[in-house]
């Protein structure tokens, strides 16, 4: 893979960056490599934001892919991000959410199907993996695949609840932790769309991550959530399926359970739920 900068030299990135010289392993030996680094203040919560405004790029079967590491906020690539990227994007065009593959997930090149494993810092080369298995049968986090199956006891009753049983309804799964504000501000949204749609049609799976039993407790009541939640944990693993790693972070399953929405909230949300409960017969 090659490094690249991020940009032309008037972005933000690079007006309010420092250049940084540091040692990376490659090939069996250490190099020496200088990166441009983003820093700004941030008034609000006090603290440095910090970024590497750079990525690789590679090829394969003549598709040009550009990988980040987490994202641009370290180099490591244990947490990656790809794309293609065959044409130049314009000035202030942006790759959107379903077009960025993460670690484990699928891309297809000349009809085949990869799955991305990761990069290895020794060679400096993305590592693709190929799989003969049809695209329905696969597992993903990705539009257009089968959703992670998975299963859980609702919080407040104990019953069981599972992806099979799901089926035949349109599910939002919402994942989220009590201590997430953006998450909390979405609540009373949720709430009101909830009581607005079929729930014969549409069900509503909060699955909560990194948060404590009691706490989750007082944030149902506080937010006078109705719908069910589960609490990820070592048990069931939900969170760690589907690779979790912010909050909220929501997907829209259709009635055999594959991704259709990623990341949807607010009006776009409730837009979406109530033409798809209009269409449902």
């Known amino acids: 893979m090659t490094a690249e900068n991020n940009g032309k030299k008037e972005l933000l990135a690079q007006t309010h960056g420092v ?38 790029t590679t090829e394969y079967e003549g598709r040009r892919i550009a990988v980040v590491s987490n994202t641009f906020t370290e180099l490591s690539y244990q947490r990656l991000e790809l794309a293609f990227v065959d044409c130049e994007l314009k000035a202030g065009e942006k790759i959107g959410d379903n077009n960025i593959y993460r670690k484990n ?37 990705q539009v257009g695949y089968k959703a992670h199956s998975f299963q859980g006891n609702n919080f407040k009753s104990q019953d069981l609840i599972t992806s099979e049983s799901l089926k ?34 549409i069900e509503f799976i909060g699955i909560v991550g990194d948060s404590q039993p009691a706490q989750l407790t007082q944030m149902m009541d506080k937010y006078a959530i109705t719908w069910p939640q589960i609490l990820s944990d ?41 033409n798809l409960a209009k269409d449902t017969f």
């Not at 941030?42 to 405004?53: A, E, G, M, P, V």
């Not at 090149?109 to 590592?127: C, D, M, P």
């Not at 693993?237 to 399953?253: A, D, M």
Request: with cysteine; glycine share 6%; net charge neutral.
């Open 105 to 141: 997930e699928y891309i297809e090149i000349r009809n085949q199907i990869y799955q991305i494993a990761g990069v290895n810092t020794n060679k400096n080369t993305l590592v693709l993996r190929k799989t003969e298995q049809p695209k329905e049968q696969l597992q993903s986090t």
């Open 234 to 274: 070592d048990a069931n693993g939900i969170k760690e399926k589907f690779g979790i790693k912010s909050y909220p972070t929501t997907f829209l399953l259709d009635e055999q359970g594959v991704i259709i929405a990623k990341n949807m909230w607010g009006e776009e949300l409730e837009k979406m739920l109530l």
């Open 168 to 201: 035949g309804k349109y599910v939002l799964l919402d994942f989220w932790a009590i201590w997430c504000g953006p998450c909390l501000q979405e609540m009373p949204h949720l709430k009101e769309l909830y009581d607005k749609v079929d729930r014969s049609k």
């Open 19 to 56: 250049k940084v010289s540091l040692e990376t392993f490659a090939n069996g030996q250490i190099v020496p490599v200088t990166v441009p680094l983003f820093m700004m203040y941030n008034d609000q919560y006090r603290t440095f934001l910090c970024n590497f405004s750079q990525y690789a």
